[in-house]
Nanobody
């Protein structure tokens, strides 16, 4: 079965960096689209970044130039490098996977991890 396990969250001061990881299993990692979402307290879940099998990526405007999504197909692992973090980046971060084209629409994703918490203090 498909499993996604996130790690790497934590607390950091504004301007700092974190790298999130998502270990994937149960599907052909190279062929699927994988993505990061986040949900802040009291807000809807939003798509942060996505990457498909062809290397196409998509980023939310709020994170462009600061966050980078990448994949290590040999390790079946998805990463999110987050630089220049801001307090508004504070949220639970989730990875998700789908066997179709690249999108940041959460309704398009069937498989989800449990999330990892990121807290950015000012």
């Amino acid at each position: 079965q498909v499993q996604l396990v996130e790690s790497g969250g934590g607390s950091v001061q504004a301007g700092g960096s974190l790298r999130l990881s998502c270990a994937a299993s149960g599907f052909t990692f190279d062929d699927w689209t994988v993505a990061w979402f986040r949900q802040a307290a009291g807000k809807d879940r939003e798509g942060v970044a996505a990457s498909d099998s062809d290397g196409t990526t998509s980023y939310a405007d709020a994170v462009k130039g600061r966050f980078t999504i990448s994949k290590d197909n040999a390790k079946n692992t998805l990463y999110l490098q987050m630089n220049s973090l801001k307090p508004e980046d504070t949220a639970m971060y989730y990875c998700a996977a789908r066997d179709s084209y690249c999108t940041r629409a959460q309704s398009a994703y069937k498989y989800w991890g449990q999330g990892t918490q990121v807290a950015v203090s000012s």
